[in-house]
């Protein structure tokens, strides 16, 4: 069992920054793959990033929408279990509710991009971006 918590969210003018972060706590939580979701009202979840375990040599793999590509950066520090989404340059379409997700078996890439795959979630953090 893996919990999630979110917090970091808030309103800011687009343009700015917010950095979300996710607490996870639970058995090797390390090992999940984690992820991004956003879902804003009306609107289906739809899939922002997520981060793979580490890998043997060290490094991390990174998944992104293309929507948000070169403006956030997911990534995890598993010392201190927890999971950052840094995002720069919000524009007022990135305003929906933010979810840390949790997935504990990675069978084929493109899994990460769908919010079914993930076992574990957050109760989501609201991002506003004002015009």
């Known amino acids: 069992q893996v919990q999630l918590v979110e917090s970091g969210g808030g309103l800011v003018q687009a343009g700015g920054s917010l950095r979300p972060s996710c607490a996870a706590s639970?058995?090797?939580?390390?090992?999940?793959?984690m992820g991004w979701f956003r879902q804003a009202p009306g609107k289906e979840r739809e899939f922002v990033a997520a981060?793979?375990?580490?890998?043997?040599?060290?490094?991390?793999?990174?998944y992104y929408a293309d929507s948000v590509k070169g403006r956030f950066t997911i990534s995890r520090d598993n010392a201190k279990n927890t999971v950052y989404l840094q995002m720069k340059s919000l524009k007022p379409e990135d305003t929906a509710v933010y979810y840390c997700?949790?997935?504990?078996?990675?069978?084929?890439?493109?899994?990460?991009?769908?919010?079914?795959?993930?076992?574990?979630w957050g109760q989501g953090t609201q991002v506003t971006v004002s015009s």
């Open positions: 639970g058995r090797s939580s390390s090992n999940y793959v």
């Open positions: 981060i793979s375990r580490a890998i043997s040599w060290g490094g991390v793999s990174t």
């Open positions: 997700a949790a997935l504990r078996t990675l069978y084929r890439d493109y899994d990460v991009f769908d919010h079914e795959q993930y076992d574990y």
